[in-house]
């Protein structure tokens, strides 16, 4: 069984711009959730979703939006990026009805770098 | 609200020795707990969890932690260290049972393993 994938795996912006990430979750999986890591703040949730809807959502700007597509893939955008938004980002998906009580499994992680 | 508290961000063992590691949560309720493992460049992955009953929980690679309500402990532990558990570990709990909730992971603790 493939593993959560996601897309792309590094990439660099300049201030300003926007950037979209993708994710494919593990077959079956309903439930994606993402994540954003960095040395100071450590992994912070950004968002779940399940079956299309967006059903948690952590405590970030508006210029942090996702969505999720009929066949269990998602995106997130980020758009206005400022320096702050360098940071891994993970994807993770799950069998369970609620994220948080189940097995997350993670992607490598997209590493995004605002120059 | 739910938080996660891991006291070490470094800890250095020599090979063959006994690790701890400690976590500690704030929550009013028995949570689901949880400890991954992200090795460099990598995503997470879980390495046990605690739903409920035994509290000594068995993972993968020789891992396993002990729920202690009484101290609002969820420390992880292994007899042996090998150097190729020199990773970072985090400690996560999920939501109140019954909700629909994320995981909120600790700041994490980076392993060294000297030879």
């Known amino acids: 069984k493939a593993g959560v994938t996601q897309t792309p795996r590094y990439l660099i912006k300049t201030r300003g711009q926007q950037v979209t990430l993708s994710c494919s979750p593990i077959?079956?999986?309903?439930?994606v959730s993402w994540y954003q890591q960095t040395p100071g703040q450590g992994l912070q949730f950004l968002f779940e979703?399940?079956?299309?809807?967006?059903?948690n959502k952590g405590n970030f700007p508006g210029r942090f939006s996702g969505r999720q597509f009929s066949n269990s893939r998602s995106e997130m955008n980020v758009s206005t990026l400022e320096l702050g938004d360098s940071a891994l980002y993970l994807c993770?998906?799950?069998?369970?009805?609620?994220?948080?009580?189940?097995?997350?499994?993670f992607g490598e992680g997209s590493r995004l770098t605002v120059l | 609200a739910q938080s996660v508290t891991q006291p070490d961000i470094h800890i250095t063992v020599s090979e063959g020795a006994s690790l701890e590691l400690r976590c500690n949560y704030s929550y009013g309720a028995t949570p689901y707990l949880f400890w991954y493992v992200q090795s460099p460049g990598q995503g997470l992955q879980l390495l046990l969890k605690?739903?409920?009953?035994?509290?000594l929980v068995q993972g993968i690679k020789g891992f396993e932690a002990e729920f202690k309500r009484s101290q609002s402990s969820f420390n992880l532990r292994k007899p042996s260290v090998h150097w190729s558990d020199a990773a970072e570990y985090f400690c996560?709990?999920?939501?109140?049972?019954?909700?629909?909730?994320?995981?909120?992971f600790g700041k994490g603790t980076k392993l060294s393993v000297k030879p």
């Open positions: 993770a998906s799950s069998h369970s009805r609620a994220a948080g009580t189940g097995e997350l499994f």
């Open positions: 077959s079956g999986h309903r439930s």
């Open positions: 979703y399940f079956s299309e809807t967006q059903r």
């Open positions: 996560a709990v999920g939501p109140a049972r019954g909700s629909q909730g994320n995981l909120i």
């Open positions: 605690y739903f409920s009953g035994d509290t």
